[in-house]
């Protein structure tokens, strides 16, 4: 069920919003009249959704970026549009993800899973910054996921290959671990990680496991909820598990001060070679 919230329209970005639970999300933030950014890697597919997504709401605020969040120019390219092309975030939902991929490094030698799900929503958020500082009430919503393992520096580095499973966890605890540490650096922007629930119907997990548990509009349901209500005002630096539909504890490590000092120590100097 979609809650209550204040009635103000919002600028909402929403990465990889041109397929799955993204596409879901965006349809249903556009029925409420805000400001649609989605965000693409592929410019055909993501000028259809906008069209789509347009006649569907009669919302022609609907817009669209492309980058392909694998490559870190790109993203930096995105960065500089968004504040070209607008003076306040309030919402950005870091959605965009990957788990099979034919190609297994990025440009830069680092794993794609690693890439996309954790470095990409980590330079894009910390690129836009000042957009969401200028709104009175930002989000930041981070795609979490019940898969979370441990970070191998080896793995986060690129030197090491692991399985697809393995390397998506490792993507998604990270992602967790640092979603923690930006709540507690920008008090005034609340961050909150999520799993949408697992096993949902999307091409990433039919690619991944040929069968679903549960449908799309369950994981767009609880990010439209997340990102607008009131209920989630005081949640920030927390994990919402929507397998269980509360908040509940992450991966352990996402408590360990010492293990997040020393990801986002080691980011940070990996981001620099790039
Ligand atoms: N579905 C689940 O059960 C589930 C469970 C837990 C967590 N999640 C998380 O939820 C998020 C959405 O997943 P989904 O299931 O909706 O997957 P999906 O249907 O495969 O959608 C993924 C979106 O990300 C985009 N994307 C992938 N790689 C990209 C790249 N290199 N650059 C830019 N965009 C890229 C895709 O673009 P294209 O349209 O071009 O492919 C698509 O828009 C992910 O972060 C995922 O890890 C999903």
């Known amino acids: 069920m979609e809650k209550s919230q204040s009635n103000k329209m919002k600028t909402i970005l929403i990465t990889g919003s041109t397929d799955g639970i993204g ?51 790109q993203i930096k390219k995105m960065i500089d549009l968004l504040r070209d092309k607008v003076s306040t975030i309030d919402v950005l939902i870091n959605n965009a993800g990957v788990f099979k991929s034919n190609i297994l490094h990025n440009k830069n030698g680092l794993d794609m899973r690693l890439a996309v799900n954790y470095f990409a929503p980590y330079i894009l958020t910390n690129g836009v910054l000042p957009l969401l500082e200028a709104s009175p009430n930002a989000r930041v919503v981070n795609l979490s996921s019940a898969a979370q393992a441990p970070v191998s520096f080896d793995v986060l580095q690129g030197n090491q290959v692991v399985s697809e499973q393995n390397a998506y966890a490792q993507s998604k605890l990270a992602l967790t671990m640092w979603s923690f ?42 990010l439209f909820n997340i990102a607008l209500s009131d209920d989630y005002e005081t949640k920030s630096g927390q994990y919402f598990d929507n397998d269980l539909g509360s908040f509940n504890r992450a991966h352990q490590e996402a408590y360990n001060a010492e293990k997040i000092q020393q990801l986002i120590s080691e980011t940070e100097r990996i981001i620099k070679t790039l």
């Open 23 to 73: 596409k879901v999300t965006a349809l249903k933030l556009a029925k409420e009249g805000h400001v649609i950014l989605l965000h693409g890697r592929n410019q055909n597919k993501l000028d259809h959704v906008i069209t789509e997504i347009q006649e569907l709401t009669g919302n022609d605020t609907v817009n669209g970026i492309v980058a392909d969040l694998s490559d870190f120019n």
């Open 181 to 222: 540490y930006f709540a507690q650096q920008h008090k005034n922007i609340n961050t909150i990680a999520v799993n949408p629930g697992s096993l949902l119907n999307t091409k990433m997990v039919q690619e991944a496991y040929g069968q679903h548990w549960d449908s799309v509009d369950k994981g767009a349901t609880i």
